[in-house]
């Protein structure tokens, strides 16, 4: 039934990085385009990153050259890297992955931004 599940979450200081991962299990991930997105409170979710299937990348303005997003097809699973972190990056980030007949979402995983 295809299942993606992030983790790497947690409290960081402005300045500080994270790595998030995000673990599919289920579907044949190497066909899928996945993404990362996120929600802050109060406010509407939105795109952070993408990575196709053949590796192409895109980002946000908001998050070019802090960010960098990766795959790694044999362990099935899709990374954020998030580096010169601001408080304005605090929210909920969730992975969704998407086929040409399919979409999933992850249940999120909580980045705080705060000194």
């Known amino acids: 039934q295809g299942q993606l599940v992030e983790s790497g979450g947690g409290l960081v200081q402005p300045g500080g990085s994270l790595r998030l991962s995000c673990a599919a299990s289920?579907?044949?991930?190497?066909?899928?385009?996945m993404a990362w997105y996120r929600q802050a409170p109060g406010k509407e979710r939105e795109l952070v990153a993408t990575?196709?299937?053949?590796?192409?990348?895109n980002y946000a303005d908001s998050v070019k050259g802090r960010f960098t997003i990766s795959r790694d097809n044999a362990k099935n699973t899709v990374y954020l890297q998030m580096n010169s972190l601001k408080p304005e990056d605090t929210a909920v980030y969730y992975c969704k992955g998407r086929s040409a007949i399919r979409e999933l979402w992850g249940q999120g995983t909580l980045v705080t931004v705060s000194s």
């Open positions: 289920g579907i044949a991930f190497s066909l899928y385009t």
């Open positions: 990575i196709t299937s053949g590796s192409i990348t």
